[in-house]
């Protein structure tokens, strides 16, 4: 299984980027993809997640009305669009998918995914 994020770069703040995340390797359909965040010194947190089934979605607190995770079935992509950036977004992103079905509640922890892509940098600055 491989997972490639792209679409990282330098915005300014109110700014927007759109993230992808090509997933290849599935044995069957993914079950889900999350999108997390790693700024300098921090630990690794749960940005949002979408289901390949239904297209259910979850968002952290922190993000909600700002970003929109989205998913093109068929092609195994999905998206992470974030609008009005904010220099605390500023951050390693990174896709990643769990190798088998778990509970919904804990897709924002980054201990339920089993594979990760590399990461694509964020910075948010004037």
């Known amino acids: 299984v491989q997972l490639q994020a792209s679409g990282g770069g330098l915005v300014q703040p109110g700014g927007s980027l759109r993230l992808s995340c090509a997933a290849s390797g599935f044995a069957r359909d993914y079950y889900a993809i999350g999108w997390f965040r790693q700024a300098p010194g921090k630990e690794r947190e749960g940005v949002a997640w979408i289901t390949a089934t239904d297209g259910m979605t979850d968002y952290a607190d922190s993000v909600k009305g700002r970003f929109t995770i989205s998913r093109v079935n068929g092609k195994n992509t999905v998206y992470l669009q974030m609008n009005s950036l904010k220099p605390e977004d500023t951050a390693v992103y990174y896709c990643?998918?769990?190798?088998?079905?778990?509970?919904?509640?804990?897709?924002?922890?980054?201990?339920?995914?089993?594979?990760w892509g590399q990461g694509t940098l964020v910075t948010v600055s004037s």
């Open positions: 990643a998918a769990p190798r088998d079905t778990v509970p919904r509640y804990t897709l924002l922890k980054p201990s339920a995914y089993d594979y």
